[in-house]
C-alpha cells in the first residue's frame, strides 16, 4: 500500500529512500539506508525484520541483486513483500510480490528503483520513473533529495492510492554516519505535500545542521541564515545589470 523511489545519485554517491503509503507511519518500518553501501525498502506487507537483515547485508558489501536473492530465500512470505534496493554502484533489483487490490509493480532504471502496490494503476510507478529519469531535480547536478521529493510528488498527482496517502517519508545519507536528511510525515490529510513543505523550510538549513557538530560556537540557525541570506543579497546588488 506504498510507492516508493529508491535512489543512488551518480554524482556524489548518495543515496536515499523516499515514499507515502495509505498506513500511519511509514517511515518507522520501511526505509533503510547504509552509507556508503546501498539504500532499499521492505514493503507491502512491511517486515522490520527484513528491513533490518536488508541493512546489514549492504553493511556487508552484498550488491543490490545477492541482497535481494537473500531476501527472498530467507522470507517464508515474500509473496506479500515488494523490495526495491540499489547499491553503491548503482545497481538496481526488486522484486513485487501480489497485492489484494490495485497495481503493484516496479520499474528498474539508472541507479534507481520506483515501485508501488495497492496504487491506482501502473501509471504511478512509471510517473515516479519518468521524474527520477527525467522530471523536475534530474540533472547531474541536481541533488538528490530534490529528486526523491520530486518522484513521490510525481506518484501522488499520478494518482497514488485510491484511498490516499496518509504518511510519507524521506531518508537521505551521504558520506557521514549520520543522515543528511530524515523527515516523516507520519499523519497527515496530505502528507506528500507536507512533506514538501518541511523540506523546502529545511532545505537552506541543511549546510548549517552538516557544519554544527564540528563547530559548536556556529551561530544559531535563524541567526545564520540571515547572515547568509544577507551575503547572498550583498553579492548580488555588486552584479552588473
Given at each position: 500500500m506504498t510507492f516508493t523511489a529508491v535512489a543512488r545519485c551518480p554524482r556524489t554517491g548518495m543515496l536515499g529512500v523516499a515514499m507515502a503509503t495509505r498506513a500511519v507511519a511509514v517511515g518507522s518500518r520501511c526505509p533503510v539506508v547504509v552509507p556508503g553501501y546501498g539504500a532499499a525498502s521492505v514493503?507491502?506487507?512491511?517486515?522490520?525484520?527484513?528491513?533490518?537483515?536488508?541493512?546489514?547485508?549492504?553493511?556487508?558489501?552484498?550488491?543490490?541483486?545477492?541482497?535481494?536473492a537473500e531476501l527472498r530465500a530467507s522470507d517464508p512470505h515474500i509473496g506479500r513483500r515488494q523490495i526495491g534496493i540499489v547499491d553503491s554502484y548503482g545497481n538496481a533489483a526488486a522484486f513485487s510480490g501480489e497485492t489484494k487490490g490495485g497495481y503493484s509493480g516496479h520499474v528498474l532504471g539508472r541507479q534507481f528503483v520506483a515501485m508501488g502496490n495497492a496504487v491506482v494503476s501502473a501509471?504511478?510507478?512509471?510517473?515516479?520513473?519518468?521524474?527520477?529519469?527525467?522530471?523536475?531535480?534530474?540533472?547531474?547536478?541536481?541533488?538528490?533529495c530534490d529528486r526523491l521529493i520530486a518522484a513521490v510528488e510525481a506518484g501522488a498527482q499520478a494518482g497514488g492510492q485510491a484511498e490516499g496517502q496518509r504518511?510519507?517519508?524521506?531518508?537521505?545519507?551521504?558520506?557521514?554516519?549520520?543522515?543528511?536528511?530524515?523527515?516523516?510525515?507520519?499523519l497527515h490529510d496530505d502528507p506528500v505535500a507536507e512533506l514538501r513543505r518541511i523540506y523546502d523550510r529545511l532545505k537552506p538549513l541543511i549546510p548549517y545542521f552538516r557544519q554544527r557538530p564540528y563547530d559548536p560556537a556556529i551561530a544559531r540557525d535563524d541567526h545564520w541564515l540571515a547572515a547568509r541570506e544577507r551575503a547572498v543579497q550583498a553579492f548580488e546588488a555588486h552584479l552588473p545589470s
Open positions: 514493503q507491502l506487507i512491511a517486515d522490520p525484520r527484513q528491513t533490518q537483515l536488508c541493512g546489514r547485508l549492504l553493511a556487508l558489501g552484498y550488491s543490490a541483486p545477492k541482497v535481494l501509471g504511478v510507478v512509471e510517473a515516479i520513473a519518468a521524474s527520477l529519469e527525467a522530471g523536475p531535480g534530474a540533472s547531474e547536478g541536481a541533488d538528490l504518511s510519507a517519508a524521506i531518508l537521505v545519507f551521504d558520506t557521514e554516519p549520520f543522515a543528511h536528511l530524515d523527515l516523516r510525515v507520519d
